[in-house]
Nanobody
Framework: QVQLVESGGGLVQPGGSLRLSCAAS????????VGWYRQGPGKQRELVAR???????NYADFVKGRFHIFTDNAKDTAYLQMNDLKPEDTAVYYC?????????????????WGQGTQVTVSS
């Protein structure tokens, strides 16, 4: 069974940096795309960044130039490097992945979500 395990959240001062990681466990899949969403207090979940297996990386306007998403395909792990963090970046960050697997004679793409990791930016 495939699982996404997140790590790297925590408390950081404004202007600081954090790196989140999202590791996919299991076997028999290929990553179609992977990304990060976040949900701040009293807010809806919003896309932060997304990287497809092929194609352009997408960033939300509010993180452009500060956050960088990248993958280590050999480890089936995605990372979100967050720099120049602001108090408004405080949220629970969720990684997600679209994973393709072959079963029953056909290919299927399913969505998977991590458990979420808290990022708090405060002095």
């Amino acid at each position: 069974q495939v699982q996404l395990v997140e790590s790297g959240g925590g408390l950081v001062q404004p202007g600081g940096s954090l790196r989140l990681s999202c590791a996919a466990s299991g076997s028999g899949f290929s990553i179609k795309s992977v990304g990060w969403y976040r949900q701040g207090p009293g807010k809806q979940r919003e896309l932060v960044a997304r990287i497809p297996r092929s194609g352009n990386t997408n960033y939300a306007d509010f993180v452009k130039g500060r956050f960088h998403i990248f993958t280590d395909n050999a480890k089936d792990t995605a990372y979100l490097q967050m720099n120049d963090l602001k108090p408004e970046d405080t949220a629970v960050y969720y990684c997600y992945a679209d994973l393709t697997s072959y079963r029953g004679g056909a290919y299927y793409t399913d969505d998977y979500w991590g458990q979420g990791t808290q990022v708090t930016v405060s002095s």
